[in-house]
């Protein structure tokens, strides 16, 4: 079982890990990706002749050995790495050069007791199936339930009617319409499979992609996702038991596999032309390229592929890849009584939150608890996870294949098609939310129906969105629009059936169903291209300033249309018209005191870099993956907030980028980025003029992040955090004005305020605050690896007390800040601190002062000083700007702050223009200058004619000029054209009426009278 090993890790104490090295002879694998598809051998003797010194060529011996091919494998000595791989990501048919991999169910504890991912890593495992352990076992523990007395036959004919999932989704009914998968090539990539195993009827091939000379399944996985898929055995029937088996044996016995195995595989799966492709493996890294971008592939070539979502739910954020891409069926799991399974693992997907907002997953949901499946060699067995639940929907997949005659299906069916069908026909769940269910629970004959009389179009997903409908609109539907806020961003995925490439025609429209609703103001982004066959829509949905008071509904459609080129046969392009249905609850602004504005542009998570847990008590989960957003792993703090009468907005741009006078309070919490000098200026000058500030810190300390280093099996390369479970130093240069700072001690334990149990996880103390401050302290150990020394120099019998909540006034703005977010952060929280933030709310967005927090013992006479040489210090072995959208970056307004600044740096651009006017709606002057707080910046202003917008990397896209009259005037083009003109017509009308006036004088001078005719 050691080969199974991710990471070999040794505790070192409680919070910390300790490396374990692994001799690899300092040779790595590496995957050099081609622009070409050509033989092994023609790429071998191209790299050979243009970069013959310091690597050595891998033959690969497998199925696809016989097919061109875009990859290579090469072996590169850690001593020549940078060289040979500048080398040859130089050459001109070379792509990139990535390393190869290593994907691993699970490791060990220290106890040898199995878990799921010790540590989330770089690549996929498989999803977690709730029976772990040895396989037989759990075989066993299943024969005791057969081989139960007759008193328990009550008992066994319930778990054999509810594990029967084929009879509750009606596929008999399409059985007895000689629907059963015929001539639907089905490729299951998973452990493989036995030729002879007797609960199969069409096994076409087996394929061996690992290192091990076998072709058969060892492990029981790969069988039972084949037997849910297409077993026979009238104990645990599949959907469809005539499809064509082929199985891709990826994975070892010791449950490894490495990415070139797996894109051979796809390569190999891609020339034999199968249908229909189940994945149970995910995992958090959706940065491997190689990996991600051959989905792509497979999808482009007509594959419709099913994944598992992941099994590491409750919690939010947790999709897994390749389930989360838009081109691929991702599936959650639900139980017998349609609730969502613990372990289904949630939304939204964390690829754009860096960039804007994520995108709805899972697209649909499945029966995955007590499912009845094949064992390795006969006989049934239960077992439960999204690995169930996604064999489940492949089954209903190959079902719905067989429908469309064989030589109508490449015309009709695609991964978009499907999909269409799949999510249109499924029924939505009572209870669960958008992003626990997607679409609802798979409807197989309501998608038969669909397919029936489907027609190549465009579509969008999801179709709706209803702010009354809650809870499935969460979390659009807690908090109704109004004037003045941040945009709100729904990110929509465009299916687009009508073939694998496709264009947005024209730009979207929204069409208000009244009057009212051209106080909802929409700015677009979309996808430039849609490939393979999904692209994405984003809205950005904004309140005009007339509406500060209105309260109701809007309602209406928002329309893009979709082309693609002709299908063969065809001369006109495909067209669709794709309509998404709105309908948004909007209230009257509300005051300042009630407004937070979350910064969320300064979080960084993974990937691309290791950043660790906040809470190192966790061992289970080293990396911070969850997205760190109000709706993913801080969505129960939003819920609580929204409870408490507070409208939460979120910032996806710099500190600059906000009209502070809008605002009772900043949040900022576990934040991992640096600051612009520009920002930390204009922080000091909004909190002197008002703006509450409340801060969430977390553990830092150089040593201890130092020993975290550890030794990835994956990449075989060593990791170490770029940062702590927050940036104290960054946090300390933007606290500096007002006196204030955190230290690098990394505190645990709990205590108690008035009767409230907290629990301190891995948090800092505060080292610097100013006298006439608040501050808290409470006894604590000293974790860290240097208080690790301190403690034993000490005998380990003491506990200091550490500061750690501080209260202050700053001018005509209070700050709050305290050493630890693991209390709000519902990823691993052991208690939740929500009393302790509405008190602080309280405090510094309506200067309420709590006697519990305001107790004249706890005021500072003299302030808390450190030396600054003695504050932490940031690492200079890593190169941060990496990973940060600060360092090294241009400091810029990205397009989810204000649509009045977007394209601009945001320093002090007041709107030059008025939206039009609606009946009955008075314009409101809402003082919504930006940035009233920094005026000695100077304004940027955007050039005359500049058809740009900054995506989240400061990258061109879209124009500053709109068709949309409703939306503010930004640039002088704007107004000059209508005054040239207003001038025009004025010259004019100046010149005739002078013309007229001479004519006059003439005709009173001539002294001829007027005669009338005769």
């Not at 700053?810 to 050493?819: E, L, M, S, T």
Request: hydrophobic share 35%.
């Amino acid at each position: 079982m050691i080969a199974a090993l991710s990471l070999l890790l040794l505790a070192f104490l409680p919070q910390t890990l300790a490396l374990a090295p692994i001799l690899d002879g300092g040779i790595r694998n590496y995957i050099v990706r081609f622009t070409q598809y050509k033989p092994a051998d023609h790429h071998r003797d191209y790299l050979t002749s243009s970069s013959p010194r310091g690597w050595s060529w891998i033959d690969r011996r497998n199925p696809a050995s016989e097919f061109p091919t875009d990859f290579g494998l090469i072996s590169i000595e850690d001593g020549a790495r940078d060289r040979v791989v500048r080398e040859i990501e130089g050459l001109r048919l070379v792509k990139d050069v990535s390393l190869d991999m290593r994907y691993s169910r699970g490791v060990l504890q220290e106890n040898g007791d199995r878990v799921e991912d010790l540590v989330l890593r770089k690549g996929k495992r498989f999803t977690r199936m709730s029976w772990e352990g040895d396989w037989e076992t759990v075989e066993d523990q299943f024969a005791g339930v057969w081989n139960s007395t007759t008193g328990s036959l009550g008992k066994r004919a319930l778990m054999m009617q509810r594990s029967q999932v084929t009879s509750m989704f009606g596929a008999d009914s399409l059985w007895s319409k000689g629907y059963t998968g015929q001539k639907v090539r089905m490729a299951i990539f998973d452990t493989g499979i036995r030729a002879d195993h007797p609960h199969f009827r069409n096994i076409k091939e087996r394929t061996n992609w690992t290192n091990e000379d076998t072709l058969n399944d060892n492990l029981g996985h790969g069988t039972f996702v084949a037997g849910v898929i297409a077993g026979t055995d009238s104990n645990c029937l599949g959907f469809a038991p005539d499809t064509e088996i082929y199985a891709f044996r990826v994975f070892t016995d010791s449950q490894v596999s490495y990415t070139s195995w797996f894109l051979d595989a796809f390569n190999y799966a891609i020339a034999s032309k199968m249908d229909v492709l189940n994945l149970s493996i995910g995992g958090p890294d959706y940065l491997d390229l190689p990996f991600v971008e051959k989905v792509w592939e497979i999808t482009a070539n007509n594959i419709i592929m099913v994944s598992a979502i992941g099994n590491d739910g409750p919690l939010y954020g947790t999709l897994n890849n390749p389930a989360d891409q838009s081109d691929v069926i991702g599936v959650g799991g639900i139980d017998y009584s349609d609730h969502i399974a613990s372990f289904s693992s949630r939304g939204m997907s964390t690829w754009e939150i860096p960039h804007g907002y994520g995108r709805v997953k899972p697209d649909i949901v499945a029966y995955g608890r007590e499912i009845m499946g094949s064992k390795i060699s006969t006989g049934c067995k239960t077992l439960s996870g999204t690995s169930v639940a996604s064999p489940v929907v492949a089954g209903v997949v190959c079902l719905l294949v067989s429908v469309i005659p064989e030589d109508r299906r490449k015309d009709i069916l695609n991964p978009a098609s499907m999909k269409q069908a799949l999510v249109e026909g499924a029924a939505k769940l009572s209870g669960p939310n958008m992003y626990e269910q997607g679409a609802g629970r798979v409807d197989l004959l309501e998608s038969y129906e669909l397919l029936r009389s489907y027609q190549p179009r465009a579509s969008i997903f999801p179709s709706i969105l209803d702010y009354s409908d809650c809870p499935y609109s969460w979390p659009f539907c807690r908090q109704p629009l109004y004037a003045g806020s941040m945009p709100v961003i729904f990110n929509v995925t465009i299916l687009n059936g009508m073939g694998v490439i496709g264009y947005v025609e024209s730009p979207p429209t929204w069409h208000p169903s009244d009057d009212e609703g051209n106080l909802l103001s929409i700015h677009f982004a979309h996808s430039e291209v849609i490939w393979p066959w999904t692209g994405y829509l984003a809205l950005y949905m904004q309140i005009k300033e007339e509406g500060a008071q209105y309260s109701g509904e809007i309602e209406g459609n928002v329309t893009v249309k979709v082309y693609s080129p002709p299908a063969p046969g065809e001369k006109s392009r495909r067209r669709s018209t794709c309509v998404l249905q709105l309908k948004v609850k909007v209230v009257p602004t509300p005051p300042r005191s009630r407004r937070i504005l979350w910064d969320q542009f300064h979080s960084i998570k993974y990937p691309p870099g290791y950043i660790p847990r906040d809470s190192l008590d966790v061992r289970n989960d080293i990396l911070d993956w969850h997205g760190d957003h109000l709706h993913t792993n801080f969505h129960l703090m939003f819920n609580m907030l929204r409870d408490s009468g507070y409208y939460v907005e979120t910032l996806g741009s710099p500190l600059t980028c906000f009209d502070a006078r809008q605002y009772g309070t900043l949040m900022l919490v576990d934040l991992e980025d640096e600051y612009f000098e520009e920002e930390i200026e204009k922080l000091r000058l909004d909190v002197q003029s008002g703006l509450g500030l409340a801060v969430f810190s977390d553990w830092y300390n150089v040593d201890t992040m130092v020993k975290m280093r550890f030794f990835d099996d994956n990449t075989r390369s060593w990791w170490t955090p770029v940062t702590g479970g927050a940036n104290v130093p960054a946090l300390n240069d933007l606290l500096a004005p007002f006196g204030i700072a955190f230290g690098d001690k990394i505190l645990n334990g709990d205590f108690s305020v008035d009767g409230e149990q907290s629990r301190y996880a891995s948090g800092t103390d505060i080292v610097k605050f100013p006298a006439g401050g608040f501050v808290h302290s409470f006894p604590f150990l000293d974790t860290s690896e240097s208080g690790a020394q301190n403690l034993l120099l000490t005998s380990g019998l003491s506990k200091e007390d550490s500061p750690i909540l501080g209260l202050v006034e700053a001018g005509k703005g209070r700050i709050a800040v305290y050493g630890d977010s693991n209390c709000l952060d519902s990823s691993h929280m052991v208690t939740n601190c929500y009393w302790l933030l509405r008190k602080i709310l309280d405090f510094t967005s309506g200067n309420v002062k709590d006697p519990l927090l305001f107790n004249p013992s706890t005021k500072q006479k003299d302030p808390l000083y450190v030396d600054d040489h003695h504050l932490p210090s940031r690492r200079t072995d890593v190169n941060f700007s990496t990973y940060s959208a600060v360092v090294s970056k241009e400091l810029i307004c990205r397009s989810d702050s204000r649509f009045e600044v977007w394209g601009t740096k945001g320093y002090n651009l007041h709107v030059r223009g008025r939206s039009r006017k609606l009946p009955g709606f008075p314009v409101i002057d809402l003082g919504r200058g930006l940035n009233s707080t920094a005026e000695f910046f100077p304004p940027s202003r955007p050039k005359s004619g500049e058809r740009k917008h900054r995506d989240a990397w400061g990258n061109s896209y879209l124009g500053l000029f709109y068709d949309d009259l409703d939306t503010p005037v930004l640039v002088a083009s704007h107004w000059i054209i209508p005054a040239v003109i207003a001038v025009t017509g004025f010259i004019i009308l100046l010149g005739f009426l002078r013309i007229r006036q001479r004519r006059r004088r003439r005709r009173k001078s001539s002294g001829h009278p007027r005669f009338t005719n005769p």
